[in-house]
């Protein structure tokens, strides 16, 4: 998947326009990225077009532990959006991160996560590509 693929199937699922789901991808692989160990974050970037790579890079292993709520205001905040249209967003990033991924770099994520953030990565059947 490529950049403008990746940026075009967030924004359908979050029925946002172009410049709003770059903001969410943005906030969200950013916020994500705190969130997993440095090596989960650099094995999800490999996959990824080199353009949102950047947003995955960590300096540290450290993973910052926070529930969905605080996860979803940080998005919120980053993308300059309100709690809905960040929870929105955010399940759509996440859920085109699972198709751009390997099954196993998804398991890694996965193992990672809290169960209420991995939920966003398996929405119900939202339309396009849920």
Same mark, same amino acid.
């Given at each position: 998947? #490529?950049?403008?693929?990746? %940026?075009?199937?967030?924004?359908?699922?979050?029925?946002? !326009?172009?410049?709003?789901?770059? #903001? &969410?991808? /943005?906030?969200?692989?950013?916020?994500? /990225?705190? *969130?997993? +160990?440095?090596?989960?974050? @650099?094995?999800?970037?490999?996959?990824?077009? =080199?353009?949102? @790579?950047?947003? $995955?890079?960590?300096?540290?292993?450290?993973?910052?532990?926070?529930?969905?709520?605080?996860? %979803? #205001?940080?998005?919120?905040? @980053?993308?300059?959006?309100?709690?809905?249209?960040?929870?929105?967003?955010?399940?759509?990033?996440?859920?085109? $991160? *699972? =198709?751009? &991924? +390997?099954?196993?770099?998804?398991?890694?994520?996965?193992? =990672? %996560? !809290?169960?209420?953030?991995? @939920? $966003?990565?398996?929405?119900?059947?939202?339309?396009?590509? /849920?």
């Amino acid at each position: 998947m #490529n950049h403008a693929e990746f %940026l075009e199937a967030v924004g359908k699922r979050a029925e946002m !326009p172009p410049a709003e789901a770059t #903001n &969410v991808v /943005a906030a969200t692989l950013t916020t994500l /990225a705190e *969130r997993v +160990s440095g090596g989960e974050a @650099r094995h999800l970037a490999a996959q990824l077009p =080199e353009e949102l @790579r950047g947003y $995955l890079r960590k300096d540290v292993d450290f993973a910052e532990q926070l529930d969905l709520v605080e996860f %979803l #205001n940080e998005v919120g905040v @980053r993308a300059g959006t309100d709690h809905d249209r960040a929870a929105e967003g955010a399940r759509a990033v996440l859920t085109t $991160l *699972r =198709e751009a &991924v +390997s099954a196993e770099d998804l398991k890694g994520l996965e193992a =990672e %996560l !809290p169960e209420d953030i991995r @939920r $966003l990565l398996h929405p119900l059947d939202r339309g396009i590509g /849920a």
